[in-house]
């Protein structure tokens, strides 16, 4: 993902995700309006900063077998549908331009640039985070900053119904 506003970044079933908001959204109404599509397993939220830092993510994707991954930053399980072959990567810019402009859709034009082709169907989804950017150091891998391991379930677990990783 190219530098730009990645404090917190979203994976997407954008045929199913209800990205509007509200015009004068908040925080607290955004971060509410993250956890119900949650919970529809229609996104999952991380915040990959606490600093606010702007990053460009190497993302690496596997689908499939569960990856043992021993050495990481920071890990989290979620669970996504999948319609219409693909999931997609948005920045909090395009998360947030969503969230207030009626007119405006997941992915924007720079987000549809991390269109992820993946099959339909239930996924579990590890998320492993190798980069810190706060600090600047990798942990475990060095080339990869951010892995999604897809494996395919036939059932959702329970699953976090708030922004992975967040701080506020």
């Not at 509410?32 to 994707?61: A, D, P």
């Not at 219409?84 to 987000?111: G, H, I, W």
């Amino acid at each position: 993902m190219e530098f730009d506003d990645t404090s917190f970044i979203g994976l997407i079933n954008a045929e199913k995700y209800k990205s509007f908001v509200d015009e004068n959204w908040e925080l607290d109404s955004l971060f509410q309006h993250f956890s119900n599509e949650m919970q529809k397993r229609n996104i999952l939220v991380f915040q990959m900063t606490e600093e606010g830092i702007e990053h460009s993510w190497n993302v690496k994707v596997k689908i499939g077998k569960e990856v043992a991954i021993e050495q990481y930053f920071r890990k989290a399980v979620g669970y996504i549908r999948v319609t219409a072959n693909q999931l997609y990567l948005a920045d909090y810019s395009c998360l947030t331009m969503a969230a207030q402009f009626k007119d405006k859709r997941v992915p924007d034009e720079n987000c549809s640039n991390y269109k992820i082709d993946i099959e339909e169907g239930n996924y579990k989804v590890n998320i492993i985070q190798f980069y810190n950017a706060d600090k600047d150091e990798h942990i475990g891998e060095d080339k990869t900053d951010i892995l999604l391991n897809f494996i395919k379930i036939s059932d959702f677990q329970a699953t976090a119904g708030d922004v992975f990783w967040c701080s506020y």
